[in-house]
């Protein structure tokens, strides 16, 4: 029996089927590269989705998982924890924010986040001024809230009842925008900076501050999502910070802690306080490994790092202009969305045959490669996609 017959079949009888899985299993990594079960090689342009922020077995981050395996696994958050603290104080210093509640994923970060902004309201203005303001096409997570504050209809089936409290105004369009603002009983705005499953959607800069001015003069709040666009993807710590704006909470996960769960979300002065003892919990949320783990990833995003990582997204975007059967290029540093003439899905096929991993989202390629990725590799990996993409577009 081939392995692939067996990992394909065993996968389907004993895994829920909840995922449209394409026809690899990888084994294994290093950096950008993997290698399959039958030994294939491929260039990784997906890092997870956005996860493995220095690639595979990235020989800092395996270090540190490594040394605090030994050291302590996990620990109760009873007590206090010297890995959780020096990540906290990295990412306090580095946004000015003043507060870190570690969970352990993206969508728990913005459950957080949508908790504390109600508890702020409720807190300060009593009852029925709980409703939160989030955007259309948007993506917030797959638990019952987050799921109900994500702004596409085709998530809000099958298992209502939902939360309630959300509504969704358009991306981009300020005057709806403040319109739904002009509500009492509306306590927050959730965006992300860039809608990643939404299609790699940047929104406008000027939105993104019109909207933030407005909800601040109104003390309503302004809840970042940065659970995609996060920990130096975009070319800045933080996507937000190249928007000239100052959120009251940020929620982030994917990349924090390069491939272990892990989830933060991050108060201002304002919110610092909001959620105290006995208000919120998780068992997992900041477990030792994974702050250690998001140590790594968060020291090494300096400015020119950082840097590295904008040149390297202008790198895609110029050699992948007018290339045939390519529209154009959305997205911001390493979060990028291919718009082509052809089947995104079909796109991703194709390159696995070629030995490249990228991803879609809505119509577009979605490329999240490593932050580190070499350059050559970026460069031949580029080239096989821009190939690919052509090859299916003369069809
Ligand atoms: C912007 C955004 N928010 C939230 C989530 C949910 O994150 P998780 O799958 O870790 O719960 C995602 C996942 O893709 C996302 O892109």
Known sequence: MSNTID??????????????????????????????????????????????????DDDEWTEAVTKQ?????????????????ELAKQLCAKTGMKKVFFSNSGAESNECAIKA?????????????????????????????????TGQDVFHQHFFPFTEGFIHTPANDIDAALKALDNPAVCAIMMEPIQGEGGVMP????????????????????????VQTGNGRTGSLYAYQQF????????????????????????NEKMQYVLNAGAHATTFGGNPICAAAGNTIINRL??????????????????????????????MGLMLGIETTVDPKAVITKCLEKG????????????????????????????????????????
Request: net charge negative; hydrophobic share 40%.
């Open 203 to 226: 929104l406008d800069k000027e939105f993104v501050q019109a909207v933030t001015k407005y909800a601040h003069e109104h003390d309503q709040l302004v809840l970042i999502d940065e």
């Open 7 to 56: 990992f394909e079949q065993q996968d389907k009888e004993y895994i829920a089927n909840t995922y449209g899985r394409f026809n690899v299993c990888f084994e294994k990594g290093k950096g950008s590269l993997l290698w399959d079960v039958n030994g294939k090689e491929y260039i990784d342009l997906g890092s997870g989705i956005g996860v493995t922020a220095f690639g595979v």
């Open 244 to 267: 000239g704006i100052e959120p009251d909470v940020v929620s982030t996960a994917k990349g924090l802690a390069g491939g272990l769960p892990m989830g933060a979300t991050l108060f």
């Open 302 to 331: 300096t400015p020119e790092f950082l840097d590295s990582v904008k040149a390297k997204g202008d790198y895609v975007k110029a050699t992948l202009a007018g290339k045939p059967g390519i529209l154009g290029v959305s997205g």
């Open 117 to 149: 902004a109600r508890k702020y309201s409720h807190d300060k203005y009593g009852e029925g001024r709980h409703v939160i303001v989030t955007l259309v096409n948007s993506f917030h997570g797959r638990t019952i809230t987050t799921l109900s504050a």
């Open 356 to 395: 490249v991993v990228c991803l879609s989202a809505k119509n577009k390629v979605r490329l999240l490669p490593a932050l580190n990725i070499p350059q050559d590799q970026l460069e031949k990996a580029i080239a096989i996609v821009a190939e690919a993409i052509e090859e299916l577009a003369a069809k």
């Open 69 to 85: 395996s030994h050291a302590l696994n996990h620990i109760s958050n009873l007590y206090y924890s010297l890995p959780q603290i």
